[in-house]
């Protein structure tokens, strides 16, 4: 779908977002505000500093109604009072080694805070289409050279944080089959993205987030794993996904631009979302791309760290399904998403006004 497709389809549509103040989540919102959205936001406030939700001025557009998804008494009165048409759940502690050091906390934010927004939902009688956000290592990762993972395959991620996400997949498709199967009118999809990198990321222990880091403050950039591989994608991408499969399962249609609920059934599924294959890089050339794309001074080193937590060190994706169902096509390969990436942090380092530069990288992607 383009810009004018998604605003027919999003303007004045009631939209609740969960972490809506997060990476992703700032960035969707945003979208869904140029797309003319009521959006209503469930979110704990940003852990890092700076953080993108207040870079972009987003507070105060956004109708926001808590809080801790683990709180289901909170959630399930965000969730009457907002009486959504379309939900996003984006909330999640999303770091692979923070779930190492708080196990019991990840499991509770991702796995029961799944099940407290679909049992919210199962109550609402506005709710039409529900879009869970996970990964894409909630596989079972035996990392078996060029094997790129289908979504019929075994979901049993290894660390606490990819296996509270195989679990919350889990949760998904039991409610659907469960609660909302047959003539319910919700229609849910789970979405399984690969890795992203843009503007505005401050999380610690992501690679594009350290790059920045240690550019800036004038020492080479310290990688981990420099041969770890993965699929590489700009944050724009799986937010078109996103915005797509919430609107292709209520039954829009892009040729009429009218909305029959009875079309949408057949999209509402589970999908890879990754780039081309030959987007599945390894760490250290995602970081050589960035130091070209940068310039000097930047620069980068390998730094193995002895007795790191297990990451998985291959990882891919085939997103047939995505290409075949919804007719997708990535719009930037890797290399576009890095100097895109690049270009916004190089915005916020001299101190530019983002709020604009952001909404321009968006209408640029979606046109």
Known sequence: MNYAELKSFYRGR???VTGHSGFKGSWLSLILLLLGAKVYGYSLP????PCLYELLGLKGEIRELGGDVRDFSALQKAVTEAEPELIFHLAAQPIVRESYRFPRETYETN????VNLLEALRFSSSARSFLNVTTDKVYENRELPEHAFSEEEK???FDPYSNSKSCSELV???YKSSFFSGESALRISTARAGNVIGGGDFAKDRIIPDCVRDTVEGRPIRVRNPFSTRPYQHVLEPLLVYLTIAAKQ??????????ESSEGARYADYYNVGPDESDAITTGELAELFVKSWGKPASWESRPEEKAPHEASYLR????????RLRWEPRWQVRKAVEETVLWYRAWHEGRELR????????????
């Open 317 to 324: 994706l085939n997103c047939e399904k995505l290409r075949e």
């Open 111 to 114: 796995v029961m805070g799944t």
């Open 46 to 49: 940003p852990e890092t500093k």
């Open 356 to 367: 604009s530069f952001t909404e321009q990288q968006i209408l640029h992607f979606l046109r």
């Open 250 to 259: 209520e039954g829009y249609q892009e040729e009429s631009g009218k909305t």
């Open 172 to 174: 998904t498709h039991s």
């Open 155 to 157: 979901l049993d991620g």
């Open 14 to 16: 009631r939209v609740f």
